[in-house]
């Protein structure tokens, strides 16, 4: 097939103008984190630092962030576990049930958001009677991370040699150190990849959280969204949001970074 | 060389203990396969499929209209409310439009520039795309919805931009709710469908077309049902994504409600849990459905 240099161009055209719808809302978000008018009027009458100011000073914020690093921490934890596992039994054996259980690994990503989260509620609070806490939020979170490590691991896996586990055997290692010494070196990036898709997944993630966190547990989307309907908080949520878009380029540096080391 | 005698056999038999669980396990792979799932598949089901499972049972419940107490008692109540009254028939409808709608045009504007990102660009602008694309992805959720809700704001930049033009904003309503929808998710689509045409090797486009095919055909007859699994692995991101959907609603949706709002107002402030639940089946038979057809083609490999 040969693309005419006409097809390139409208091609190369349409891809701008994509770039363009994708940039232009964050960029409206940029300016107006700096507009002077509390209802944002576009284009903003004078510009201010006020919002930034007061951003910084917020306590409320600040307890948000610590609440949402701190869950995404523990989730990312137990769905490395999880996901490393069940990769490993997925593509190593096969065996009746494991299209199941690679189902159900999908499932709670697959799923929309509320029904995991109305599940979940009902499952802590009617069935097992609990208290939603932060550990609700946690274990409702590795829940859906599972999926972003088995994935990795799982590519991973596919491509490693399986005969130099089986070297590392003759040569005498049990399955731990040959775990240890072997295939973990040669997970790492892929372990690394997978985690940060899960602690982006969890520190992003509203639905699922409203549904299994208690009153006092306030994670960062749920701070954003509480003040997003206040007239006098509004523009503060602005200059939250440039911060967290400015913040995504730091999981994107250590992916490319990754992917930078895998190809050489 | 000397050995003391206590403490060397404490060791050894630490390590041949440790040797020994080795050695029994790799001759029994059965035994090292229920172990390795043991502890997530115990997490999976004891947490998710249970409680998918009560929720189902909690549908068939019902709720005390003076105490708010939920009877445990069979009845189809609630399924006939949801299968019958207009309102969720509408609401459905509705959000199945909507969640169409927009991986409809998600996969519209996600193929021409996968396509130039795959085949076209330069190993170098490939890169720079691709992060492009990403950033956003990374970028909050919340972020992009309150990002639309200030574009289509009355004082907003689309008003400013198309009132020259005798045109208005939407507003907030259905079409706020599409086009954020569109926006959040597009990342999500883009990329799948750029990872599936990179994997169309080059050499059977060109092999194509040696053999007289022309572009059109060679789309038709080569990349479309190579790329099929991609673009369906897409379509469940954003589908999926959009039909549970509440928050974006409340956000740019004016007064409209889809399911998610629903499910959201009667475990919230109607305090009806088994209602919530039967509406919320929808969501789950629509999803169940769609990737029963969609496992054959292979697409959830490609998630």
Redesign the interface.
Same mark, same amino acid.
């Given at each position: 097939?040969?693309?005419s240099t006409s097809?390139?161009w409208v091609?190369?055209f349409?891809?701008g103008l994509?770039?363009l719808?994708?940039?232009?809302?964050?960029f409206?978000?940029l300016i107006?984190s700096f507009n002077a008018n509390k209802?944002?009027?576009?284009?903003p009458p004078a510009l201010t630092t006020e919002w930034w100011g007061k951003a910084f000073k917020s306590l409320g914020l600040w307890e948000a962030v610590a609440t949402s690093v701190e869950v995404a921490i523990a989730s990312t934890l137990l769905a490395l576990?999880?996901?490393t596992?069940?990769a490993?039994?997925l593509s190593?054996?096969k065996?009746f049930g494991r299209q199941v259980?690679?189902?159900?690994?999908?499932?709670?990503?697959?799923?929309?958001?509320?029904?995991?989260g109305?599940?979940?509620?009902?499952?802590f609070r009617?069935?097992l009677g609990l208290q939603l806490t932060m550990a609700t939020v946690i274990?409702a979170h590795?829940?859906f991370c599972?999926?972003t490590v088995y994935?990795n691991v799982m590519a991973r896996l596919s491509r490693m040699n399986p005969n130099l586990q089986d070297a590392s055997?003759d040569l005498g290692a049990?399955?731990?150190t040959t775990f240890r010494l072997v295939t973990f070196p040669q997970l790492r990036s892929a372990l690394f990849a997978g985690g940060l898709l899960a602690f982006?997944l969890s520190f992003?993630e509203?639905?699922v959280t409203t549904?299994t966190a208690g009153n006092g547990v306030v994670t960062?989307?749920i701070w954003?969204?509480d003040n997003?309907f206040r007239p006098g908080q509004a523009p503060v949520?602005?200059v939250?949001?440039v911060v967290?878009?400015l913040a995504?380029?730091i999981?994107?540096y250590f992916?490319?970074r990754v992917s930078a080391v895998q190809d050489s | 060389m000397t050995r003391k005698p206590g403490v060397q056999s404490k060791s050894e038999s630490g390590l041949s203990s440790?040797?020994l669980v080795?050695?029994y396990?790799?001759s029994r792979?059965k035994t090292?396969?229920a172990l390795?799932?043991a502890?997530?598949?115990t997490?999976?089901?004891l947490?998710?499929?249970?409680?998918?499972v009560?929720?189902l049972i909690?549908a068939f419940w019902s709720v005390d209209s003076f105490t708010g107490e939920?009877h445990m008692t069979w009845s189809l109540d609630n399924l006939q409310q949801v299968f019958t009254q207009a309102l969720y028939r509408t609401v459905t409808f509705r959000t199945v439009g909507i969640a169409l709608l927009v991986t409809v045009i998600d996969l519209v504007?996600a193929l021409?520039?996968a396509?130039?990102?795959a085949?076209?660009a330069k190993a170098r602008s490939q890169r720079i795309?691709v992060?492009?694309?990403?950033?956003?992805l990374?970028?909050?959720?919340?972020?992009?919805a309150?990002?639309?809700? =200030?574009?289509l704001?009355h &004082?907003? @930049?689309l008003?400013?931009l198309v009132q020259p033009f005798g045109l208005s904003t939407p507003g907030y309503g259905l079409a706020g709710i599409v086009i954020t929808q569109a926006?959040i998710w597009?990342?999500y689509v883009i990329l799948p469908i750029f990872t599936g045409l990179e994997r169309v090797s080059n050499t059977l486009?060109?092999a194509?077309?040696d053999l007289g095919?022309k572009?059109g055909k060679?789309?038709r007859l080569?990349v479309a049902p190579l790329l099929l699994p991609a673009i369906i692995a897409a379509s469940?991101f954003s589908f =999926?994504?959009t039909?549970? &959907?509440? @928050?974006t609603v409340n956000?740019v949706g004016g007064p409209n409600q889809m399911?998610?709002n629903l499910?959201?107002s009667n475990?919230g402030a109607a305090n009806n849990?088994p209602l919530?639940?039967a509406i919320?089946l929808i969501?789950?038979a629509l999803?169940f459905g769609y990737?029963t057809v969609v496992?054959k083609t292979g697409a959830?490999e490609n998630?």
């Open positions: 097939m040969r693309i097809a390139k091609l190369g349409i891809s994509v770039l719808f994708i940039y232009l809302p964050l409206v978000v107006n209802n944002m009027v576009w284009p576990v999880l996901g596992l069940v490993m039994a190593r054996y065996f259980v690679s189902l159900l690994v999908i499932l709670p990503i697959a799923l929309p958001g509320i029904v995991t109305i599940a979940l509620n009902n499952a009617t069935i274990i590795a829940t599972v999926v994935n055997a049990g399955l731990w982006g992003d509203i639905i549904f960062l989307p954003i969204y997003m949520v602005n939250v949001a967290l878009v995504s380029m999981p994107i992916a490319q | 440790a040797r080795s050695s396990l790799f792979p090292r396969l390795l799932l502890a997530p598949v997490w999976l089901v947490i998710y499929v249970v409680a998918l009560a929720l909690t939920i504007v021409p520039i396509f130039f990102m085949k076209i795309m992060i492009l694309i990403l950033m956003p990374w970028a909050s959720y919340l972020v992009k309150y990002a639309w809700r =200030s574009v704001s &004082d907003g @930049i008003q400013w926006y597009l990342p486009l060109e194509s077309s095919a572009s060679t789309i080569v469940i =999926s994504l039909l549970g &959907d509440y @928050i956000i399911l998610g499910v959201y475990v849990l919530a639940a919320a969501p789950v999803m990737l496992r959830l998630l």
